[in-house]
């Protein structure tokens, strides 16, 4: 709690009048010690805890639980690559801007002998309505997977956007060689 108000030196008007302090016993010494004062001009700006956003006029400090790691996200769930399909851009647009990195649960079922699956993500930096024009391709961690004797694997990659999508393309597939993919992310930081 605050003891006293030290009086600042003429000097150091402009930021304040008085220093907030406390009275600290330290062996046999006082010592005043500043004490950070989380208010604004008035009574109304109170520093607060809070697990919501603050106002952009607002004063004071808001608290808010660390994001961890997100629940799995499910962005394609049984897409049939064949002669039709050679791209997917998932309908799942997950918020991952608190998160640093991302795991990729992938379970693709091949049949026949189709070339490639490319698996990436695309990020946009808007949270409301992204066109076409806002997506970016995360080409450093995108991945070209053409062994196709393990079917069930997780890929581990950055998350370095605001809003994310995967996207899927396919190479080689036909009628006869298809590639059908579920992928499933984590993002963590």
Known sequence: MSDQAHQLPEAQAPLGDKLDTELVS?????????????AGANELER???????????????????LANRSSLQTFVSAVTFNNVTTQDLSSTEFACGPYKKAILYVDATIVGNPTALNIGFEFADVFTSPVSADWHLHLAERVRVTDFSIQRFALDVDSPGQLARTRLDSEGTTAIDTITATITVEFFS
């Open 47 to 65: 520093a607060s805890v809070s697990n919501a956003a603050l106002a952009i006029d607002a004063y004071g400090l808001a608290v808010r639980a």
């Open 26 to 38: 330290v062996s046999s010494v006082n010592v005043l010690r500043q004490r950070i004062q989380l």
